[in-house]
């Protein structure tokens, strides 16, 4: 079963506002931070990114790194080139990297964690899909060879699918070449994990922190209270009011407007029997809520409404498409009279209020009910809430999703039929064309194939997104140049 970022998953090119704090950032200093989601594993092979990311950068590296801006620069791998048809890839390997157990890490411990990652089914394992065999050629060259091109695999290499780990590694004792090493006397699963100094690390220069402590704060609240009282020195901070009241008390913010937050449904195939397989029924609960009064009252005013998933800075984005679902209750009665379902259904649905709030839900009950659309809810924990949903076990969720810059990051995240949350293997024609049509085109094609797979996308009612919602990770002590493009918080390396 693919799991995946919690609370998201992947984001794109973002507006900014950026805090100028700096203070103690030399070695010898230790940086401590509040993640809002505990770790499942701590294996290589189901390296998470989103809110998780921090745990598998601190104990591994990657192929490349990402800058801030999304730009790939080597890392264990410094060099890369592709034959013309972009089926090769080849890699130069780092020489004299050492592994925490001692070993050398070398082509041949490159090749079997790439494989590990794709046969591991972890969250983002379809990331190697399209990679058919990969090679090791002496200790520093590693050949890759794809199936078909893909527009976004060096991109994955910088992210979890390039994760590299010994084989000595496990799900609770990470063993790997990066910056940190798990003290797993200090550390207590669920709760705090705690690093020390790599001794033998390659790059001590750009490591900014000598030792990392990552909190886990499930509820906002405590994260707040961490991030007040110096607990912490930075977190993901979903409330806007209490991100402003943080910057209000001396802290600083880096902004961006990265997730889509709506309802998302996992029944359009019919599999579990519910009314979500007719698309007059998604249709009229997209038309059931009024996203501008939801993003003043859910958000104070922080948040951009629209019904695209497809956010702004992708060519595909079409602010016409937004007039598809005005708010109208009596617009969407007369869709759910027209569908197979006049008398109205009941639809089963996972709360999570310790993060989103009871308002919202409230919000959606009301709503639905006025068009005879009755919740069965169930209240999730923060260890259950994604891995059932990923399960199928629910008809439709709220959520938050990051939506990647990289289209095809974009398209392989949400829309193919092995996408890590099309977890129903739903599709339809005319979606279906235009993700083979972007795969076949050049780039200079693909602007209108993207906006054709809005316009499908937004016509189906795949998902009832109400806005895009601005993200605050909220920091103190510690330089954050800009907001990290692919991600809800900054990677761990660009933590200054």
Request: contains cysteine; hydrophobic residues 40%.
């Amino acid at each position: 079963m693919k799991f995946v970022k919690a609370f998201a998953a992947v984001i794109a090119t973002a507006a900014l506002a950026m805090g100028t704090v700096t203070a103690s950032q030399a070695a010898g200093t230790t940086l401590t931070l509040g993640a809002i989601a505990k770790p499942t594993t701590l294996s290589y092979d189901k390296a998470e990114a989103g809110n998780r990311v921090w745990f598998f950068q601190a104990s591994y590296d990657q192929l490349m790194h990402e800058t801030e801006n999304g730009t790939i620069v080597p890392w264990l791998a410094t060099s890369w080139a592709y034959n013309n048809a972009q089926t090769v890839l080849t890699l130069k390997i780092r020489s004299g990297v050492k592994f925490t157990d001692g070993s050398s890490l070398d082509a041949t411990d490159v090749v079997a964690s790439l494989k590990a990652f794709k046969a591991g089914n972890g969250p983002t394992a379809n990331y190697l899909d399209s990679m058919s065999t990969a090679t090791a050629q002496g200790t520093d060259t590693v050949v890759i060879k794809l199936s078909q091109s893909d527009p976004a695999f060096l991109h994955y290499l910088a992210n979890t699918a390039g994760t590299i780990g010994s084989p000595k590694s496990t799900a609770t004792v990470p063993v790997g070449s990066g910056p940190y090493v798990l003290d797993t006397a200090a550390t207590i699963a669920g709760s705090k994990y705690v690093y020390t100094a790599n001794p033998n690390y390659w790059n001590k220069a750009e490591r900014a922190y000598d030792n990392l402590t990552i909190y886990i704060y499930e509820d906002q609240t405590a994260l707040v209270n961490a991030l007040r009282s110096g607990t912490v020195q930075g977190g993901n901070v979903a409330d806007p009011s209490a991100a402003k009241s943080l910057v209000g008390a001396g802290l600083s913010t880096s902004q961006s407007y990265v997730d889509a937050k709506g309802i998302y449904f996992d029944d359009r195939t019919g599999k579990q029997g519910s009314c979500i397989k007719d698309v007059n029924v998604r249709k009229a609960i997209n038309m059931v809520f009024d996203r501008a009064a939801m993003v003043k009252s859910l958000e104070g005013g922080n948040g951009s409404p629209t019904a695209q998933y497809i956010p702004t800075y992708n060519a595909g984005f079409d602010k016409s498409f937004d007039a598809m679902y005005k708010y109208d209750v009596t617009a969407a009665k007369k869709l759910m009279a027209a569908s197979k379902f006049a008398k109205g259904c009941t639809i089963t649905m996972p709360t999570f209020a310790p993060y989103f709030g009871q308002a919202v839900y409230d919000i959606i009950n009301a709503q639905l009910g006025k068009i005879g659309i009755k919740v069965k809810e169930t209240a999730e924990a923060g260890g259950t809430f994604i891995s059932n949903i990923l399960g199928n076990k629910y008809n439709a969720y709220l959520m938050q999703f990051e939506r990647s810059g990289e289209p095809w990051t974009l398209i392989n995240f949400m829309l193919t039929r092995n996408a890590t949350f099309n977890q129903e293997g739903y599709a339809n024609a005319a979606v279906t064309k235009a993700i083979a049509d972007y795969k076949a085109a050049t780039a200079d094609k693909r602007g209108p194939i993207l906006k054709a797979l809005n316009k499908a996308l937004t016509e189906d009612a795949w998902f009832c997104v109400w806005y895009a919602k601005q993200a605050n990770f909220v920091y103190k002590t510690a330089t954050i140049k800009a907001p990290q493009t692919g991600n809800i918080i900054p990677f761990l390396y660009n933590i200054k």
